[in-house]
């Protein structure tokens, strides 16, 4: 699919681009290099390939589940207006 000055145009107006007379050859030939480009890999026969969440058979390093900090709770609510059973009070905002 070739597009031509006018689909470049009628497409730069309805993405609210502005294009100066002289861009649009460009812009056309840029956007016909892509459309080629899809097509291209459209026309590559991928009948019985898994697709792949990631080129790369590459596994996420994962860091031992271990606490790092000590409890600080109860500093914390120490200094907190309201406490109740571990918890903080906060007022009531919706009647």
């Given at each position: 699919m070739a597009l031509d000055r006018s689909d470049v145009e009628k497409?730069?107006?309805?993405a609210r681009i502005r294009l100066?007379?002289?861009?649009?050859?460009?812009?056309t030939e840029a956007l016909n290099?892509?459309?080629?480009l899809v097509d291209q890999m459209q026309a590559v026969d991928t009948t019985g390939i898994e697709p792949l969440?990631?080129?790369l058979e590459a596994?996420?390093?994962?860091?031992e589940d271990v606490v790092t900090e000590r409890n600080r709770?109860?500093?914390y609510q120490a200094i907190?207006?309201?406490v109740q059973d571990g918890l903080y009070l906060v007022p009531k905002v919706i009647d």
């Open positions: 497409i730069a107006h309805l100066n007379d002289a861009d649009v050859p460009r812009t290099s892509i459309l080629g969440a990631h080129p596994s996420q390093r994962l860091r709770r109860d500093t907190a207006p309201a």
